[in-house]
């Protein structure tokens, strides 16, 4: 990846990293769905006024919708509200790099290095570790929900890489559009008419998920994906966890193990590997020909 790419996607993880904590905070004042539901109409109006059509046939919009806006934010959220915390939470979805690696392999031919399989082993295990350490403790229920929005954001991934619009800022609008009425109708089945009496810190919370983390962090991840392949560019999402799990500590002192330590420290090195080159040997200069 060149500089500004690399700072681009540690950004977009820095952002998606906190963005656990701030939806740990709207679930206080929405249930799951509902706000995963305001959180897409929010990303989608106003501008859905101004911006064109996505550029894309819309069978992928409605796939990238049905996967990300539906299956991966309802499922993690659900988990989230049944007993998974942020800095967890934020941990557990980085599965979905390995599920898009091996999806990106077997449905897009894309060549998997052995140095991407190296890193990404070194960053799974890590995921392997956290895991282990909250099964024996927490609700198996809410874990298994979490891992299951990871796949639904690994089939989002190579539905938006097979689509490659040409405006990801665009996209994500209609995304959000699509993804918002199914969620809102589920949360009227599932929890009953929604009262929208939230105090200013969850609608804060909702602005943020709309504003920052969907709609500029998508537009990035798509900017990202349009350049490398889904194989370079997923395992990045692995530091999403880090920053999760030191903002979930910073603001709700959610505790950090010395396992979960670990785990992150083999995550960063796991992507690190993963996600760089190695430099080229340089070249010893022809002898003169005499």
């Given amino acids: 990846m060149k500089p500004r790419h690399l700072a681009l996607a540690i950004g977009l993880a820095a952002v998606w990293g906190f963005n656990f904590v701030v939806m740990e905070v709207g679930l206080r004042h929405f249930p799951p769905l509902l706000y995963a539901g305001l959180r897409f109409t929010l990303a989608a ?15 992928w919009v409605f796939g990238v919708a049905a996967a990300m806006g539906v299956g991966q934010f309802g499922l993690l959220l659900i988990g989230m509200r049944a007993g998974m915390p942020a800095g967890l939470s934020s941990l557990v979805l980085q599965s979905q790099t ?25 960053a799974f295990t890590g995921l392997v570790v956290v895991a282990v350490d909250f099964g024996a403790s927490g609700p198996v229920g809410a874990f298994a929900l979490c891992v299951a929005a990871a796949f639904a954001w690994s089939i989002g991934t190579i539905l938006q890489r097979r689509a490659a619009p040409p405006d990801s800022l665009r996209f994500m609008v209609w995304v959000s559009a699509l993804s918002a009425p199914p969620l809102l109708a589920l949360s009227v089945l599932v929890d009953g008419v929604p009262t929208l009496n939230a105090p200013v810190e969850g609608w804060l919370s909702l602005a943020y998920v709309a504003f920052i983390s969907t709609l500029a962090g998508f537009g990035v991840w798509g900017y990202l994906l349009r350049r490398y392949d889904a194989s370079v560019v997923a395992p990045y999402t692995l530091l999403v966890p880090v920053f999760g799990m030191s903002s979930a500590f910073l603001a709700t002192g959610e505790p950090v193990s010395p396992l979960k330590l670990t785990a ?15 430099a080229p040997q340089p070249v010893a200069d022809p002898l003169p020909v005499r």
């Fill in 264 to 278: 992150a420290a083999l995550i960063v090195c796991g992507v690190l590997y993963a996600g760089t080159r190695p």
């Fill in 45 to 59: 109006f106003p501008a859905l006024l101004i911006v064109r059509r996505p550029g894309v046939p819309w069978r």
């Fill in 98 to 122: 390995l599920f898009t690696v091996l999806l990106a392999v077997t449905l897009l031919g894309e060549r998997l290095t052995s140095r991407r399989v190296t890193g990404l082993i070194v």
